[in-house]
């Protein structure tokens, strides 16, 4: 992965065999924070989004966070299959954007 910082978010850049993959987005607030996830379409549905997902959450915990909260469209299967893979679990609804969301929770 390779790192940059921007607009109060922690940016990552995913390779796979020295090819762009996707971006991992996160954003730090307080002791949790939430994790923005984009794999490229032609690489989508072989196992990296959950992969992904999981090493940034424990790279976070590891720097002393101690929870991620995630919000998830409703009508996004693919982002709820692959926060439930990354062990994740349902904690409720709320607004994000101005839109109803699904709240996805993952605890150190």
Known sequence: MLFFQSAG???YALYLDGVYAGGV???PDGDAFSVGLLI???LRGRGLGP???GLTARRYFAAG???CRDFVAPDNGPSIRMHEK???VPSGEAQ???RRALVYELRA
């Open 9 to 11: 978010a922690h940016r």
């Open 65 to 67: 966070f101690s929870l």
């Open 86 to 88: 990354a062990g994740f």
């Open 96 to 98: 994000a954007q101005g």
């Open 25 to 27: 987005a996160v954003y």
């Open 51 to 53: 992969q992904a997902l």
């Open 40 to 42: 490229v379409p032609s």
